[in-house]
């Protein structure tokens, strides 16, 4: 079986100040990890991926994730943070054959204040 | 214009009818996906498909129908059987069912 968990249902950053949304993995194999945003009534937008290689993974609007393997941890990170990020984002992994579908955490509401 | 269509975006539906929800992609994905989304609850996984004629259940699959009889259109059943199905629906795909997903706009169903 495979899970992903998203510890904080809200994160609230000032604007300008660096972010960090959790996601932590269990997957059997290989995991293959990665982040989404959705805006309110609307799909979601892949931000970045992590399938193999570098440990830090920068993808769209900024945004990079640390994957670290021994505390199975896949956290969400932009240094400088901006209203316009307040969004809802979602971590989702497969296990390394896809077998078993893309899973979804439960999400994080992430609050930028001016 | 290459991606995903789901239609309609609002969908009501009368308690006893069974209805369905249209998704389309024109981006040459073998992997499709359909997901119900409430608050509090994120993604929850109701089927899937990895290639064409072939599907398999997710998390949720109770009270739901899929086909996948082209790789281009994976549309997704709300039979009667679902007790609850006020949702927002959304469909996806992938290249292989290995790498990112896209998604549609989504579809709100409201059981009235």
């Known amino acids: 079986a495979q899970s992903v968990a998203q510890p904080e249902d809200q994160v609230k950053v000032a604007e300008g100040n660096p972010l960090t949304v959790k996601c932590t993995y269990s997957v059997s194999g290989n995991p293959y990890l990665f982040w989404y945003v959705q805006y309110p009534n609307r799909g979601l937008q892949f931000l970045l991926k992590?399938?193999?290689?570098?440990?830090l993974v920068k993808g769209s609007y900024g945004f990079e994730a640390e994957f670290n393997k021994s505390q199975t941890s896949f956290h969400l990170k932009k240094p400088s943070a901006l209203v316009s990020d307040s969004a809802l984002y979602f971590c989702a992994g497969y296990s390394g054959g896809g077998a078993d579908g893309l899973t979804f955490g439960k999400g994080t509401h992430l609050i930028i204040q001016p | 214009d290459g991606g995903i269509t789901q239609s309609p975006k609002y969908l009501f539906r009368k308690e006893g009818q069974n209805v369905t929800l249209s998704c389309e992609q024109n981006?040459?994905?073998?992997?499709m996906y359909w997901y119900r989304q409430d608050p509090g609850q994120g993604l929850r996984l109701i089927y899937y498909?990895?290639?064409?004629?072939?599907?398999q259940k997710g998390d949720i699959a109770e009270g739901y129908s899929v086909s996948r009889e082209k790789k281009e259109s994976f549309p997704l059943t709300v039979t009667s059987a679902q007790k609850n199905p006020t949702a927002f629906y959304l469909c996806?795909?992938?290249?292989?069912?290995?790498?990112?997903?896209?998604f549609g706009q989504g579809t709100r169903l409201t059981v009235v």
């Open positions: 992590y399938i193999t290689g570098d440990n």
């Open positions: 981006l040459n994905h073998d992997a």
């Open positions: 498909s990895q290639i064409v004629n072939d599907f």
């Open positions: 996806a795909s992938s290249i292989d069912g290995t790498t990112e997903a896209f």
